[in-house]
């Protein structure tokens, strides 16, 4: 069976009931907020809806990641709003926001290094109260390097491969909406497309994904939509290759 | 000196000890790598534990046996109360202040027992209990019951971590705090656990010291240094580090006296622990360092 | 007559107020601007006593010594010595987080108590160093207890000021920049080992100015002089209570702290004395839970440090552990 395949059975708890397309999944509204007194973020606007994948670029320091931070409650959100699902949820503790279907993968330290890699898996299903191996069956096919490896501590791993460690262990809660934070940061050409291919087949597969990234061009090209943040603004929104064919964006933003 | 007097007179008294110090060092380095911090107070909730037990037996006329299950769920359950009036209250803190606090609940927990028991020297029982022979080892039956009891209770501890799913997430909480959280680990449970687990060590640390010694208001706080010791020397986070040191240090002090005069014992946890910490701060197994 | 009881009760009040003054700034420099955790002050504070109290002792026949030094060698003797016995914990320690240093404080000060009672030859064992002298001591009573208070009084001034000075200077903002944020410092290319080791070192140096106050104030030393947790108690919440980072806030804390106390000690000897025993105890109880109570509900203190300057070092590692999950 192709990791494609596997990806295609439903991944979300809600997929299979919301078929219809254009549900707002995640809706933040002139969110504010910092972690000291200084706002980071200006009043960040942005949209996910229903399997699709959208993608955050912009220049070092701009609040990326302090957005995805907000959204997971990590940090003081002064002002504005974080609908996920129809609930508002600013303010609420991590592991609530994990129950409420969003699952996260930092940029950094995303691992439990000291634990194998079946463990990874197992804590990232921790809510869970019932049986986890489909979750576990699932994971292991999109990921069939952790399988050979499952006893290995993910600390030993390689770059590539503690990626699909982190990513894993987000996805055994089955969550309507992933967070990805640079998951193909430092990664050689081969694994960053073996990512992306399976971001897209997770999109394909009912999940809703909201995806940093400092491969700008190679994610817009497959984003359904993208938003351009710079000092802690937006600053340009559309759909993938609206974007790209923007020339104002590809010179500030994408290196020409 | 002949082999045997050497096993008799040395060896074997460092074992009983370093299990002793070893109970107190898993405790230690559970607080340490999951928690966080250095726990001062922790002696002294292991003279509390000792003489918990000593209270029950004088009490209700039990055996020490009976006593110390009963301790251990006071001093689990005296954990938990510190956590949650003090500790935590502190959470959002950095660290040292909770370092802080744990010094003033050392002294407190102290007070309290010389308030309560007075200042004297007290033991379980009376009498003198010669040791017997196996082979030419010469030991006690107390002594056989504190190793076997220090590998039994680290052995439980060690598959409950390994096995379980609030073992895994307490292991979980000292590898990658935040990412624990974001697995949505609840932190006050996992504190809660800890300080549980905690409570259990400290009375049986305090408990196997009285049964094998004497009980003394300071008997907790002068095992401090060489439970910090150990648990360093293991490696901060690892339970098994925390054997392996513990029976280090006990063998090293009981056996330090045939180079060193015998009131210097006690700094030899010092030495140990400013060495390791000067050649290799992650311990034997690759502890944190923080 | 009672009057004059009443004077002297005071004035000696006075000088262990002045002593301890030493002991809390020698710790303000410590954890107040570098937020370095000592838990070992008695032992630094008995390394200066016996040290000044050996230099400047005369011959007995049982401990080192007859050097019969002026007074002021001594003092200095003690702070080399103390600081001397501060360098290498530090080095070994100070890389790491605090955590570290306040276990191994506690280890030295365990083995300095070891020290003093193992080696008689050069400490007098239980016996002591006796015979100190005493800087005006020749005076009728009253009045060399007076003129040794205006001579504690003076240093603890001299060392305040002193402490000020350095700490408004570039080396204490620098200081204060470490202990706030050592991310930030270390990027500016400071090296903080060495600056932190100084204070280290600089504090402990004062703590062992304050033993020598006490010894030559005694006229003797033994190991049942302090009782060493108890001491090193008090200081921490003097100096937690008045508001570390503040020098007036450390001598405040010293005099509200030590007024308790002493306060305390003088009720509790009224009970009869098999309540009295435990009554001691209880002392050192309620000392622990008003440490537990300011770091709740007041961890500035009574003299916060002024804002501005640096924020307290409650501060500094709360914005690092958010940053965490990054
Ligand atoms: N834990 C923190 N505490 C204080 N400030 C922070 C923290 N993390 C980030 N910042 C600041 O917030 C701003 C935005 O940082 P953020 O990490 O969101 O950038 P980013 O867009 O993700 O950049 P990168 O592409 O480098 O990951 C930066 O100025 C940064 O210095
Ligand atoms: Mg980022």
């Given at each position: 069976m192709t990791s494609q395949a596997i990806a295609e059975?439903?991944?979300?708890?809600?997929s299979m009931q919301q078929k219809?397309?254009?549900?707002?999944i995640l809706t933040m509204a002139d969110v504010r907020g910092g972690?000291?007194?200084?706002?980071?973020?200006q009043g960040i606007n942005m949209q996910v809806t229903e399997q699709e994948i959208v993608v955050i670029v912009g220049p070092n320091g701009a609040g990326k990641s302090t957005a995805m931070k907000a959204i997971f409650g990590l940090?003081?959100?002064?002002g504005g709003s974080i609908v996920v699902n129809g609930t508002?949820?600013?303010?609420?503790k991590p592991n609530r926001i994990v129950q409420h279907g969003v699952c996260y993968v930092p940029?950094?330290?995303?691992?439990?290094?000291?634990?194998?890699i079946h463990e990874n898996l197992e804590m990232g299903a921790?809510?869970?109260?019932?049986?986890i191996y489909e979750s576990l069956e699932r994971v292991y096919t999109l990921f069939p390097d952790l399988k050979e490896r499952r006893?290995?501590?993910?600390?030993?791993?390689?770059g590539g491969q503690r990626q699909m460690v982190a990513m894993g262990r987000a996805l055994m809660l089955n969550p309507s909406l992933l967070l990805l934070d640079e998951?193909?940061?430092?990664?050689s050409p081969k694994y960053m497309e073996q990512i992306f291919e399976i971001t897209r087949n997770l999109r394909n597969a009912g999940l809703s994904i909201l995806l940093v990234e400092q491969h700008a061009k190679q994610a817009l090209a497959f984003a359904d939509k993208g938003y351009v943040l710079a000092a802690g603004n937006n600053r340009h929104e559309g759909t993938g290759q609206e974007l790209l064919a923007d020339r104002e964006v590809a010179e500030m933003f994408l290196g020409g | 000196m002949p082999f045997m007097e050497f096993v008799n007179f040395y060896l074997m008294p460092g074992i009983v000890l370093g299990s002793i110090y070893a109970l107190g060092a898993v405790g230690i380095t559970l607080v340490f790598g999951i928690?966080?911090?250095?726990?001062?107070a922790h002696g002294d909730l292991a003279t509390f534990g000792a003489f918990t037990a000593l209270g029950v037996v004088t009490i209700f006329g039990v055996s020490p046996w009976v006593a110390l299950p009963v301790a251990m769920v006071v001093c689990a359950s005296l954990a938990i109360g510190i956590d949650k009036l003090f500790y935590d209250y502190l959470?959002?803190?950095?660290k040292i202040i909770v370092v802080m606090s744990s010094l003033g609940i050392a002294l407190m927990l102290r007070a309290v027992v010389q308030v309560v028991w007075g200042v004297d020297t007290e033991t379980y029982t009376r009498g003198i209990v010669r040791p017997d022979d196996y082979w030419g080892i010469r030991i006690r039956d107390r002594e056989i019951y504190t190793i076997i009891a220090m590998f039994v209770i680290v052995g439980v501890l060690w598959a409950f971590l390994q096995k379980t799913r609030w073992g895994k997430a307490m292991r979980a909480m000292s590898d990658n705090p935040d990412l624990a959280l974001l697995s949505g680990v609840d932190n006050r449970k996992i504190t809660m656990l800890t300080w549980g687990i905690v409570g259990i060590l400290c009375a049986a640390s305090g408990f196997f010291l009285g049964i094998n010694t004497e009980l003394k208001p300071l008997m907790g706080w002068t095992m401090l240094l060489p439970m910090f010791a150990a648990a360093i020397l293991g490696g901060v986070g690892r339970a098994e580090g925390a054997v392996i040191g513990g029976l280090i240090v006990g063998i090293v002090e009981e056996t330090s006296v045939l180079f060193i005069p015998?009131?210097?014992?006690?700094a030899l946890a010092f030495a140990i622990l400013l060495l390791i910490l000067l050649?290799?701060?992650?311990?034997l197994l690759k502890g944190k360092v923080l | 007559m009672e009057l004059i009881g009443l004077l002297n009760y005071v004035v000696y009040m006075a000088i262990f107020i002045g002593i301890y003054c030493l002991l809390a700034l020698g710790l303000n420099i410590q954890?107040?601007?570098?937020g370095l955790f000592n838990a070992g002050i008695a032992g630094f504070f008995a390394v200066g006593a016996y040290t000044s109290a050996l230099l400047t002792a005369?011959?007995?026949?049982?401990?080192?010594?007859?050097?019969?030094?002026p007074v002021v060698v001594g003092w200095i003797g003690a702070m080399i010595a103390a600081g001397a016995i501060a360098w290498p914990i530090g080095k070994v320690c100070?890389?790491?987080?605090?955590d570290y240093l306040a276990i191994a404080t506690i280890g030295v000060a365990e083995i300095i108590r070891l020290v003093v009672k193992s080696e008689g030859w050069m400490t007098?064992?239980?016996?002591?160093?006796?015979?100190?002298p005493r800087p005006f001591?020749?005076?009728?009573y009253l009045y060399s207890q007076l003129a040794y208070l205006a001579l504690v009084l003076a240093i603890v001034l001299v060392v305040y000021w002193a402490i000020e000075r350095q700490i408004s200077a570039p080396w204490g903002r620098m200081m204060r920049g470490i202990r706030d944020n050592e991310d930030a410092a270390t990027a500016m290319g400071k090296d903080i080992k060495a600056r932190r080791l100084e204070a280290f070192i600089f504090g402990a140096a004062v703590m062992g100015f304050g033993g020598a106050l006490f010894a030559h104030f005694n006229r003797s030393i033994t190991p049942?002089?302090?009782?060493p947790m108890i001491a090193t108690f008090l200081v921490w919440i003097m100096l937690i209570l008045g508001g570390s980072g503040n020098n007036r806030g450390a001598l405040l804390g010293v005099a509200v702290v030590w007024i308790i106390w002493s306060a305390s000690e003088f009720v509790t000897d009224q009970f009869p004395t098999e309540f009295a025993i435990k009554a001691k105890y209880m002392r050192v109880f309620i000392i622990g839970l008003l440490l537990q109570l300011v770091l709740r509900f007041?961890?500035?203190?009574?003299?916060?440090?002024?804002?501005g300057t640096a924020s307290s070092p409650?501060?500094?590692t709360t914005q690092k552990q958010e940053g965490a999950a990054e």
């Open positions: 059975q439903p991944m979300a708890n809600n219809y397309s254009g549900k707002p972690y000291g007194d200084a706002d980071i973020l940090l003081k959100v002064r508002e949820i600013a303010g609420w940029q950094v330290n995303n691992i439990f290094r000291e634990m194998t921790f809510l869970r109260k019932g049986d006893n290995a501590l993910a600390g030993n791993l390689s998951p193909t940061a430092g990664l | 928690l966080r911090f250095a726990h001062l959470s959002e803190r950095p015998g009131e210097y014992k006690a050649v290799r701060p992650t311990g | 954890w107040g601007f570098s005369p011959e007995s026949g049982v401990h080192l010594g007859g050097f019969q030094l100070l890389r790491f987080r605090s007098g064992g239980a016996r002591g160093v006796n015979k100190i001591g020749d005076l009728s049942e002089a302090i009782d007041r961890p500035e203190g009574i003299l916060p440090e002024p804002q409650e501060v500094k």
